[in-house]
């Protein structure tokens, strides 16, 4: 794996400093502001999350922006409103009021007296995301961005809704986690003494966002918006899509690529997960990633090319439009430090160099009636590049589903999105069918490639929940996800289908009736690249600034797995734990002290949909020696279900010192109309 550099060196000295960004409401975001020390007026990068910059990201900060502005850019980082040490009160994520402020931000950093009045936005997830929507709300000073792990569709490829199901895994867990990480107070150091005042009021305008999400289980009008993929064109900005095929957010990529314009985008598909591809964290190999987002910068924001630009005159724009990463066959396992693989440029996307390849389906009409734990060994909805993350071998899941398998006689790459076609009788109105991909071993070991899902009311699209006609057959299409893997010679090609896949899809009621799959008219489609492999793409070896120098003590849930599978036998029940290890305990420079812990349950009984349920848990402390300062959140928030409902628990419980100042429940019961 490839440790980044640590480079102190730079061609401009920097200067640090925090701000206020005055919005015309009267409301002030909290930012930090990276200076070079310049006379001359620099173009602006901006990265605007709610994660908090004075703890939560700091450290991520730390290793990014301040490199950028030894490299001639004033690099900026924003709290958004109702969140971290900004005033106002928090709302949904990606609402009209954010963007808004972020429109608002753009323009005031475009005419501070040390700005050239071009404008770049970044950012992973979250802000990758608001990059996006800011981008296509197109204000005038915003010339490019570079977005990470993000999504064009807020609906299907995020993490509420898969294939028109509720995704159970992160549906439930983000919005836990948000909720928890709403009710974190500011911090008296950079408020002062009103910091009880703003927390106080702050809670009282919190809502858990699982409401909301799981009022809205079709394509409405509510996931439209934020989407951009409603309107490609809206976007004006260059636009550097990066994502990485262990990242589910991946096919926004490739969505971007395809519809932008070739003079507008450029995309890079990595092995990563969901992780800025410098850090050097599982699986690599990382990349030279801020070195490639300079010359992205350098083009959009400077009009300039590096005189050592690796790709010549033509500069960052002559680079394929999308470059991206092919796997070689790999064992299943949990991590891996570095995956063995390859580069390849493509220079449109649908590539010249990928052709679908059918491989029909064979054999007799098979029932598919999957336990309800068939899914516990997918892993992690988002890895992290933590230990637990990746799916295991897949020989256990494989056995509960309907296999289906293809020689491999010659080596076959695949790249880009495998599609089924699968002919299903239902005797039931709802359910769900899940593909998987895998990559069988001489040794019968099973490497999860890729999967998709399909809710089968959402057949006809997902604005919409259509009924399955009990007793009638019919042909769905649907895709996988997106992926670049090398099938070798001698191995097997397995499409697996079940009809459960918890926990992250929530079963529908009656779906353990499964279905009949009927090989006769089902097929799976793979994209395969050919063609030159060559080493024409390359990228330098990662770097970054001086690290803040967070120390991280040995704590508790250092000791508990990551991922454990509990089976009671007698009651048919299985139980799945996660602990997200997000950050853990850690002590900052400043003397902050932040504590962190997280657990998330999973819960059903092997022949019940309806038993399905989950929980997650959250303490957060934060502690300041020096003022006296010592604040505590927990939360709990837990989702059970009927026929017809979601039933939904949170509760949430602030601490000064011993003093509780904030303690609220709510309990919801929410139609299942979709879901």
């Known amino acids: 794996m490839s440790t980044p550099k640590i480079r102190s060196e730079f061609p401009y000295g920097t200067t640090r400093e925090d701000i206020r960004v005055p919005l015309a409401d009267g409301t002030t975001l909290f930012a930090r502001v990276w200076r070079p020390v310049t006379d001359e007026p620099v173009p602006v990068l901006l990265e605007y999350l709610p994660y908090r910059l004075s703890d939560w990201t700091a450290p991520r900060d730390w290793q990014r922006h301040p490199w950028y502005a030894g490299h001639g850019y004033a690099s900026v980082r924003v709290d958004v409103r109702g969140h971290g040490n900004s005033e106002g009160m928090p709302g949904d994520e990606y609402d009209a009021q954010e963007l808004s402020d972020g429109v608002e931000v753009v323009n005031w950093l475009a005419a501070q007296p040390w700005s050239s009045g071009k404008v770049g936005m970044f950012g992973i997830s979250w802000g990758g995301f608001n990059s996006l929507q800011i981008a296509a709300l197109a204000p005038e000073p915003l010339k490019a961005i570079v977005t990470v792990c993000s999504a064009d569709d807020r609906y299907d490829n995020d993490v509420h809704y898969m294939g028109g199901s509720v995704l159970a895994v992160d549906m439930h867990a983000w919005a836990a986690t948000m909720l928890a ?3 974190r107070p500011p911090d008296p150091q950079f408020v002062g003494d009103r910091w009880k005042e703003m927390w106080t009021t702050r809670l009282e305008a919190v809502d858990p966002f699982i409401h909301t999400w799981l009022k809205h289980q079709t394509r409405d009008d509510y996931w439209r918006h934020g989407s951009v993929c409603e309107d490609y064109s809206a976007i004006k900005a260059g636009v550097l899509a990066v994502g990485g095929w262990h990242d589910p957010y991946r096919d926004t990529v490739l969505r971007l ?3 932008l314009p070739d003079d507008q985008v450029r995309g890079i598909i990595g092995p990563w997960s969901h ?25 959009w924001l400077k009009g300039e090319t590096a005189p050592d630009d690796a790709a010549g005159a033509g500069g960052v724009m002559a680079e394929p439009k999308l470059r991206s990463w092919i796997s070689d066959s790999h064992p299943p396992a949990t991590v891996y430090a570095e995956l063995p693989g390859r580069w390849v440029g493509e220079p449109s996307w649908p590539s010249p160099n990928v052709s679908p390849v059918s491989y029909a389906l064979q054999g007799a009409p098979v029932l598919v009636r999957s336990p309800q734990q068939t899914g516990l060994d997918a892993g992690r909805f988002f890895p992290f ?3 637990g993350d990746l799916p295991p071998d897949q020989r256990d899941e494989d056995a509960k589903s309907a296999c289906f398998e293809f020689e491999v006689p010659s080596e076959v790459r695949v790249l880009g999105r495998a599609k089924v076609t699968l002919r299903l009788t239902s005797a039931v109105p709802r359910g769900q069918a899940v593909a998987r991909l895998c990559d069988i071993a001489p040794d019968g070991s099973s490497t999860l490639v890729t999967r998709g899902v399909l809710n089968l009311s959402s057949r006809h699209g997902r604005a919409a929940a259509v009924p399955w006609l009990p007793g009638t057959t019919e042909d769905v299409t649907f895709e996988l996800n997106g992926i670049g893997h090398t099938f070798p010679a001698g191995h097997r090609i397995r499409l697996a289908v079940s009809s459960a896949y918890w926990p992250w899809i929530w079963p529908q009621p009656g779906s353990e009736a499964g279905f009949t799959l009927d090989p006769v008219g089902s097929m799976l489609e793979l994209p395969v690249r050919s063609g030159d492999l060559g080493g024409a793409v390359t990228f330098g070896e990662p770097e970054q600034s001086e690290p803040l120098g967070v120390v991280y003590p040995a704590s508790l849930d250092e000791q508990r797995p990551e991922r454990l599978v509990v089976r009671d036998v007698a009651k048919g029940e299985w139980r799945l734990e996660v602990d997200p290890r997000y950050g853990g305990t850690r002590v900052y420079p400043d003397g902050l002290e932040f504590t ?5 349950t999973y819960v059903i009984d092997e022949k019940d949909p309806l038993s399905a349920r989950t929980r997650s848990d959250w303490s957060i402390r934060l502690h300041r020696p020096e003022l006296a300062w010592d604040a505590t959140v927990e939360t709990r928030s837990e989702i059970s279900c009927t026929e017809r409902e979601f039933v939904t628990s949170s509760e949430v419980v602030c601490r000064d010192g011993g003093e509780v100042v904030f303690h609220r429940t709510w309990e919801e019961r929410i139609p299942r109309t979709a879901g």
Do not use: C, K, M
């Open 596 to 600: 962190e812990d997280a657990l998330e």
């Open 385 to 387: 590049g933590n230990d």
């Open 181 to 183: 990480f709403v009710s």
């Open 275 to 299: 992780q800025y591809p410098d850090r050097g964290l599982p699986p690599g190999p990382a990349i030279g990633f801020l070195q490639e987002t300079l010359r992205w910068w350098d083009h």
């Open 257 to 259: 690529v395809e519809n």
